[in-house]
């Protein structure tokens, strides 16, 4: 259930890629080369956050050249990739821009996210996320990762801050 105080409170929002950012595939030519698809409407979110001052973050196992070109076309600045830790990446963040765990979400939809989505102030998966994941949850999105998820959570918590 979410929670508009809680949302309200929110200064930085981190995303894991896979399953969130995209619907999970990656495209693998014969030549090695990676692709992604993100969806647009996602990346206008992402862009409405920035400008109203929030802080954006991207935090992914796996290395992406589609990934760091795309975060960079948004302006996304924290962008850690190939993440062994992903709480101990997140701390780091966190301490440099002086910015609580209270006042941080995070979406994610696997168990490596799991870790830390059980920190921050407000936990978010999406419908494709594996159940340990959803279960454990404060909200989980309608659209699915790839096809809108991130920009529903932009929404949310920006519609939150109008409020307060």
Known sequence: MKS???LSAIRLVAFDVDGVLTDGRFYLSDAGIEGKAFCTQDGFGIRKMLKAGIEVA????RRSRAV????????????VLGCADKV?????????????????AYVGDDMPDLPLLRQ????????NGVAEVRKECDYTTTA?????????????IL?????T
């Open 4 to 6: 508009s105080r809680r």
């Open 58 to 61: 991207v935090i992914s196992g």
């Open 68 to 79: 760091e070109l795309r975060m960079q076309e948004l302006g996304v600045k924290h962008v």
């Open 88 to 104: 101990e990446a997140f701390d780091l963040l966190c301490a440099s821009l002086g910015i609580d765990k209270s006042e941080c």
């Open 120 to 127: 921050v102030g407000f936990s978010v998966t999406v419908p």
């Open 144 to 156: 699915s990762g790839g096809y809108g998820a991130v920009r529903e959570v932009c929404d949310m």
């Open 159 to 163: 519609e939150a801050a109008a409020r």
